[in-house]
């Protein structure tokens, strides 16, 4: 089991913060979406430790590597949705609300980024602004790195 360090902790939060300042429309935050590859290295960090001690410790299991990955962000995700569903109607106009019932299962079933490519076609574009669920795109390429990586390092444990 991976040990708790704090500093990561602060790496997120260093990371995130360019994040909100960017989107809240700061313009002096040059660049503040790359917090999101600081989360993405971190996140790549630490699964790869967890892997790693699994494989090596013969404890690996695709099956239970992905079940801790979906009670760890599906509950989340499912209120954020949930509170989305709820709150959207009574302050938005009905044809948003046809456009968000098209986003809820891209990001639950994380395809997001695929959906927001071909659908949106543009990240900075209005459509992809109008979205209440575009967060979700770095979480949809996280889950489907996931998908691919574990197996890569098994046989590359496996190899050498």
């Given amino acids: 089991m991976i040990k708790y360090r704090t500093e990561i902790d602060g790496l997120r939060t260093v ?3 360019p994040v909100i300042l960017f989107h809240l429309g700061y ?14 290295v971190i996140s790549g960090y630490l699964i790869t ?3 790693i001690d699994d494989i090596e410790n013969e404890k690996f299991s695709m099956y239970r590597f992905w079940i801790r990955r979906i009670k760890r962000l599906l509950p989340l995700l499912l209120i954020v949705v949930l509170f989305t569903l709820t709150i959207t109607p009574l302050l938005v106009f009905k044809p948003v609300i046809k456009n968000l019932s098209k986003d809820i299962f891209p990001a639950i079933f994380s395809y997001f980024n695929f959906h927001a490519l071909f659908d ?9 602004e109008q979205s209440f669920f575009l967060h979700t795109w770095s979480l949809s390429v ?5 998908l691919i990586y ?6 590359v444990h496996k190899i050498f």
């Fill in 49 to 51: 430790k967890i892997l």
């Fill in 150 to 155: 574990p197996f890569f390092l098994f046989f």
């Fill in 15 to 17: 990371a995130i913060i």
């Fill in 142 to 146: 996280e889950e489907q790195f996931y």
């Fill in 120 to 128: 949106f076609g543009n990240y900075w574009g209005t459509k992809s």
């Fill in 27 to 40: 313009t002096f935050v040059k660049g503040g979406y790359m917090g999101v590859d600081v989360f993405f």
